[in-house]
Structures are given as structure tokens and as C-alpha cells.
């Protein structure tokens, strides 16, 4: 055995041995967590990055990990993608479920998982296991048990931030039938969103807009079940209002792609409330309650990701003996969601003339008013269910998500995509997805 190989051998030896007390399926404190997330870092340095998108109320560090083999830097077609748990403190699964996720895709990666290293090299992964750290904090350190049902849900200041984004869903209700329904934050911006965002909330709006994401979603607890836009009714009933989005049928087939992986969501008889009957394990938000200001549906409606939201079980704060159950049921569910981000169909948009990207342009599904804005670097991913659809790319850039705030009257800048004369369209068959490679290619000269 040369030198090498002992060294090597010892290292991994240290690196294992250290990693144990972190690596445990259990609760991890804030302080935890970060030195968790370090430690996969080290240990897979090549494929993964670990950054800070802002700070809570308590200045703690809003930590994200990133997972693939181009950390930090786009790639022509390569998706990007994301998980966010914690968002209300005192639902933890989610976030020790991510710590695991991220540790056993990196040393899957290492010891030569092909199915994990076809993922992280078609894919830029994000990580955000807590959204609110101060909450997490409040719960965890909670004196006696059982930990009252609600304590550490919100963040340092009292505020739910699943309510606390800015209110899309009213504007979207507004639009008359057929006119675009995406991009709505520039309207917001337009309008001068008065509203007082918590810094977390803020952070986590501003890393939406940055990053190109495509698919996402928002981890909790409290139920078992996939929940899938719209979140808010628009005639303000507080239950049972299916609330249909554009993109009904896509978001169904993303729910159970989640739902139907897990050990036992898509079953009968699992939802916590013995009144709730969710289908097949998924349930449209407003269908279930209406959540107004939620971060599922700004992602639909103010970028081009396509988020849903997971509860993960009926107890909020399980007991640590209980998380490698979690983790059995979730782990393939985690998965399958995550290679569902290269289905749909994606390409590049040029202009015709220079051949430069077509920024900003839109790229339009024939009888869907959802568009999906063309990115800096002339790409596009269009999440859509298998099916037969007819696609094709508008100029139309005045909704560009590239912050351009364009000084016109609002009115004037809704597009009919019944009507639209700009489009010239072509048909294409999305097959069953089945992750990455997937995804139809279809390019655009305009
Ligand atoms: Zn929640």
C-alpha cells in the first residue's frame, strides 16, 4: 500500500469518525446545523458550496447548500433546483431530513451512485434546511414537554412568514381570463409594495429573483399530504375552494410525484384530521385553506419556479428516535421530486439576426396564460405534465424578471395569449419524465 493510499485511508477514517456525532439522524441546534453543513462541504469540497442568502430577525445566518458539480456557477441547460424546510420553526423534519439528504447524496456521489451522480451532474441543487433558525431555536429550547403546539412557528418578530410575501394571488385574481398570470412581481413593484417584510422573508424573495429556479419545495409539518397553487381563493372563502392555476395538471403531476414515492402519503386514511380526505395524497392549496401571502405561490407567480409544499407528518417536533423512520418514508419521495425539475421541455430562444439570446422573451404553451420568461443566457425550462402541447415564444419581454421596470400603464401591458398574433406555435409531445435527459428540446430562432 503506497503512502498515498494510507493517507488518503487515514483521512477518511478521521473524516468519518468526526462526522459521526454530526452526522446522527437527530435534532441539530442552529450551532449544530452550520458545523452539519460544513462538514459536508468538506467532505465533498468539488461538488457543493456553502453560502448565506441574509440573516434572521436574531442575525443568524440563513444557510444554503449547494449540491452539483458546477457550485456557483450556471450552466447552459442545467436546471436549477431547490428544497426549503424550517420555514415555520417549530416543523423540523424537514430540515434534519435535508441535513441527511445533503450528506447522503455527497457520499453517494463519492462512492459512485450513478443515479445520484446523473442528479448533481444535470443539476445545480440548493438547500436552505432552515428558514427560520430564530424560530427553530425558540421550539427546541422549549422547557417541558409536550412543546405547545404552535411555539417557535413564527419568526423573532412574531410574524408567520408563510403569510408574509407579498399577496400575488389578489393580483392574480384581478387578471381577466387568458391574460398573463406570471412575472407579478414587477407589477408589485410597480404598485410600491408598502407592505413591511420580515428579513427573512426578504432574503428568501430576493434569492427566488436571483437564481433561476425551476422547481422547489417548501417543507413543513403538521399533516401528511402534497400541496400543490393555488394557495388563496379568490373569493375569499377560507376552505374548499379549488382554486385552479394555469398550470393545474403540471402541479398535479408534480404533487404526486412526491405523494405516490412516499412510504405511505397517496394511501388512504393518512391525513392527521380525520375530516381532511385528501386524494391520491395531494390537495390544491385554496382546496384545503386559503394561505394569502404564502411563498409557494410567489414562487408560481413572481419567477418561473414552480414550488410546491410538503407536510410531512402529523407531529411538528417528533421525537429523535423517530427521524430514521421520517427519513425511510421520504428518502425516494425526496429524490423522484427533485429529477422531476428536467421534465417538461426546455431549449434555447436566439434572435434571428444577431444571434445573441433572446432575453427576456416568453415562452408560451398554447391555451395556458403562464408564461416562462427566455434567462441572460437564452435559455428556458418549461415544467409541463406528458401530454401534447403547442409551444412557441413571444417578444413580448415587458414582464422580463430581469427587474427592468418598464414605466407603463399596468393595463396595457397584459398580453392575451388567446389572441396573441406574435406567437407562431409548434407541436410537441412531452413524454412520461422520468429525471434527467427527459427533458424535449426545442430551440427558438425569433
Ligand atoms: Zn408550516
Known amino acids: 500500500m503506497g503512502r498515498g493510499i494510507i493517507v488518503l485511508c487515514l483521512s477518511l477514517f478521521v473524516e468519518l469518525a468526526m462526522g459521526q456525532s454530526y452526522l446522527d439522524m437527530r435534532h441539530h441546534s442552529y450551532r449544530e446545523m452550520k458545523e452539519y453543513l460544513q462538514l459536508v462541504n468538506n467532505i465533498c469540497p468539488e461538488q457543493s458550496r456553502l453560502y448565506s442568502i441574509g440573516k434572521s430577525v436574531q442575525g443568524r445566518d440563513l444557510l444554503v447548500l449547494e449540491l452539483g458539480t458546477s457550485p456557483g456557477q450556471d450552466q447552459l441547460l442545467k436546471p436549477n433546483f431547490k428544497y426549503v424546510a424550517n420555514m415555520h420553526g417549530n416543523e423540523v423534519v424537514g430540515k434534519e431530513l435535508l441535513l441527511w439528504l445533503a450528506h447522503y447524496m455527497c457520499q453517494e456521489y463519492r462512492n459512485g451512485n450513478e443515479e445520484i451522480q446523473l442528479l448533481m451532474n444535470t443539476t445545480r441543487i440548493h438547500f436552505l434546511p432552515s428558514m427560520n433558525p430564530d424560530g ?6 422549549y422547557p417541558r414537554e409536550p412543546k405547545p403546539y404552535t411555539y417557535g412557528r413564527a419568526n423573532a418578530n412574531g410574524q408567520d412568514l408563510n403569510r408574509n410575501f407579498p399577496d400575488l394571488d389578489a393580483t392574480a385574481c384581478q387578471i381577466p381570463n387568458g391574460q398573463r398570470t406570471d412575472h407579478l412581481s414587477v407589477l408589485t413593484k410597480r404598485a410600491g409594495d408598502n407592505e413591511e417584510r420580515q428579513p427573512e422573508t426578504e432574503a428568501v424573495m430576493n434569492w427566488i429573483l436571483r437564481h433561476k429556479f425551476v422547481l422547489s419545495a417548501n417543507l413543513h409539518g403538521g399533516d401528511l399530504v402534497a400541496n400543490y397553487p393555488y394557495d388563496a381563493s379568490c373569493n375569499g372563502q377560507e376552505m374548499g375552494h379549488y382554486q385552479k392555476s394555469p398550470d393545474d395538471s403540471t402541479f398535479r403531476y408534480l404533487a404526486s410525484s ?37 411563498m409557494q405561490d410567489f414562487n408560481y407567480l413572481a419567477s418561473n419556479c414552480f414550488e410546491i409544499t410538503l407536510e410531512l407528518g402529523c407531529d411538528k417536533f417528533p421525537k429523535e428516535e423517530t427521524l430514521p423512520q421520517y427519513w425511510q418514508e421520504n428518502k425516494n419521495a425526496l429524490l423522484n421530486f427533485m429529477s422531476k425539475v428536467h421534465c417538461g421541455i426546455h431549449g434555447l430562444v436566439i434572435d434571428a439576426q444577431t444571434g445573441a439570446p433572446a432575453s427576456g422573451a416568453v415562452v408560451v404553451v398554447k391555451g395556458n396564460s403562464h408564461g416562462i420568461t427566455v434567462t441572460k443566457n437564452g435559455e428556458y425550462f418549461r415544467l409541463l405534465a406528458p401530454g401534447d402541447y403547442e409551444i412557441g415564444v413571444s417578444l413580448d419581454s415587458n414582464f422580463a424578471d430581469d427587474q427592468e421596470l418598464v414605466d407603463k400603464n399596468i393595463q396595457e401591458t397584459f398580453w392575451d395569449s388567446a389572441n396573441s398574433t406574435k ?8 413524454p412520461e419524465c422520468k429525471g434527467p435527459g427527459y427533458a424535449v428540446r426545442k430551440d427558438f430562432k425569433i
Not at 136 to 141: G, I, K, R, S, T
Not at 423 to 430: A, E, G, I, L, P
Request: proline share 2%.
Open 136 to 141: 427553530y431555536e425558540a421550539a427546541l429550547n
Open 258 to 294: 412526491y405523494s405516490t414515492a412516499h412510504a405511505r402519503m397517496s394511501k388512504k386514511g393518512q391525513a392527521c384530521d380525520a375530516g381532511e380526505k385528501f386524494k391520491n395524497g395531494i390537495t390544491n392549496g385554496a382546496d384545503w385553506y386559503s394561505v394569502p401571502g404564502g
Open 423 to 430: 406567437c407562431k406555435f409548434f407541436s410537441v409531445t412531452v
